[in-house]
């Protein structure tokens, strides 16, 4: 079988939920809307992010996550950490162990990145690619997601409901939701957006603004490749790669930074911590001779 890339920049937030016996509450506005299958209702943020923290949790316990002296976590944290609070946003960031090229954000600030994103990008390509997912949830791109996956279940589990209350949203329901946020991709204008953000993120922490064009360029070259009608699907409905990058590099000659760039040494493996060698001394013995 042919290995199946999935292109990052232009996904969403995956949630690929399996039956198990967990449920979320959010609460009997949130249930009422499910049960009516009213159209005009707003899911909150609160609600969103609820939403969303259950569904990834899903998620890191059916993916293999990288452990915390993982190679792959260590490089995530030296190069991310330090952002994991900023625009007034709350991230908690996780790596999947996991082949495919691919990295998501969700409305609860959770930041998910597979090891195949990072075996080829270097540090500024990568954070370039987690600014464009980081984006989608400070313009609430990921939240506008939820809230429209959210009132198409309550328009598909609507009219069927008999119950005059339920308490909680069920594994059943939330796989619904998930398979809705899958469908609904986010538009172009949105995905420009986050490109911009990007962009910006790298220029205002001082990093290689020339590394976004040269991820997409990643991206372009991928799409390429001999599964191109899978990539063709999945970029139906958003800019194209080529174009994107060549954006890219637009701002980046308007803003005079403009450099072709070199991609960087990509090393994911535990540092070595080198030994000090320990040094014996040695007290040479005092030998006295009595005189007979």
Known sequence: ????????????????????????????????????????????????????????AKLDAENE???????????LNRIFA?????????????????????????ADGSVRVYSGLMDIMDDN??????????GHVANNDSRDAMRAAYQKEALIDGAASQSAKIATVTDSQLGKIGSALIDSKHSRTQESEADLYAYNFLKKNGYNVNAEESAFRILAKMSEGTDSSF???????????????????????????????????????VPVVKKTATTKKTTAKKTTTKKK
């Open 65 to 75: 996550v990288a452990g915390p002296n993982d190679g792959y976590t260590l490089r």
């Open 231 to 269: 990539i063709t699907r999945m970029m139906s409905s958003h800019p194209d790669s080529q174009k994107r990058a060549d954006d890219a590099k637009k701002r980046a000659e308007k803003d005079g930074l403009y450099k072709a760039y070199v991609q960087q040494k990509i090393d994911n493996s």
């Open 1 to 56: 079988m042919k290995k199946k890339f999935i292109i990052v920049g232009v996904l969403f937030a995956l949630f690929a939920v399996t039956e198990t016996n967990a449920q979320i509450n959010l609460g009997e506005k949130a249930i009422g809307a499910v049960q009516k299958g009213v159209a005009a209702f707003t899911l909150t943020n609160a609600d969103a992010a609820a939403l969303s923290k259950e569904a990834v």
């Open 125 to 134: 390509e990568l954070l370039a690619v987690i600014g464009h997912e980081i």
């Open 82 to 106: 330090k952002h994991a609070n900023s625009d007034g946003l709350t991230l908690n960031y996780k790596v999947y162990k996991v082949k495919e090229v691919n990295a998501f954000a969700t």
